[in-house]
């Protein structure tokens, strides 16, 4: 009996993870008037971002539901670790 490998991102409690283009990145760090250093971090290895291709630097939207204004965006910064 083969057994199927589980993607954690399509879970219905997982929100929503994108990764964004150079230009989008610039967007977001010049909208908060921050660098990719100061965003919080995800690690490369984190399950729900294992499909999306990423590298350290990367900037990750997450769109999570709310309860008061239906979409709130977060961002992190993919790590080494």
């Not at 083969?2 to 010049?30: F, G, I, N, R, W």
């Not at 294992?50 to 790590?79: A, C, M, N, Q």
Request: proline letters at 6%; charged letters at 35%.
């Amino acid at each position: 009996m083969a057994s199927e490998k589980y993607d954690v991102a399509k879970h219905v409690l997982v929100p929503k993870h994108t990764k964004l283009s150079e230009e989008e990145s610039q967007k977001v760090l010049d909208k908060f008037n921050v660098t990719a250093r100061q965003l919080p971090k995800i690690s490369k290895t984190d399950p729900t971002i294992k499909e999306l291709d990423t590298k350290p630097g990367d900037v990750i939207e997450i769109e999570r539901k709310s309860p008061t204004v239906e979409k709130t965006k977060f961002y992190r910064v993919v790590s080494s670790a």
